[in-house]
């Protein structure tokens, strides 16, 4: 059972930066595709980004540029590096991760299995 433990989440003013961690354990491989996504008040969960095969990404429109995702593998946790925070990125982000997973599903939250509990980001104006 892959388990995922998320942390860093707080409240920042606008242009801020934040970064989130993502601690994994079980069973992972280098297969395992981890992705972070997040769900504001009211709305659907939404994909953010994703990491697989060591460091190939992927990025929502909305935060390519400003998002980094990264992996470090010695100590199984994955990053999400955010910086000049909008307050349209207020939400809770979950990390999720799948150890077999097709391109076309990366973005797919029914895709994933195993999630985190969650952390709060709040970037305030």
């Known amino acids: 059972q892959v388990q995922l433990v998320e942390s860093g989440g707080g409240l920042v003013q606008a242009g801020d930066s934040l970064r989130l961690s993502c601690a994994t354990s079980g069973p992972t491989s280098s297969s395992t595709v981890v992705a972070w996504f997040r769900q504001a008040p009211g709305k659907e969960r939404e994909f953010v980004a994703v990491?697989?095969?060591?460091?190939?990404?992927n990025y929502a429109e909305s935060v390519k540029d400003r998002f980094i995702i990264s992996r470090d593998k010695a100590k199984m946790t994955v990053y999400l590096q955010m910086n000049s925070l909008k307050s349209e990125d207020t939400a809770v982000y979950y990390c999720?991760?799948?150890?077999?997973?097709?391109?076309?599903?990366?973005?797919?939250?029914?895709?994933?299995?195993?999630w985190g509990q969650g952390t709060q980001v709040t970037v305030s104006v």
């Open positions: 990491i697989r095969s060591g460091s190939v990404t």
């Open positions: 999720a991760a799948q150890n077999i997973l097709p391109f076309s599903r990366y973005r797919v939250p029914g895709a994933y299995n195993y």
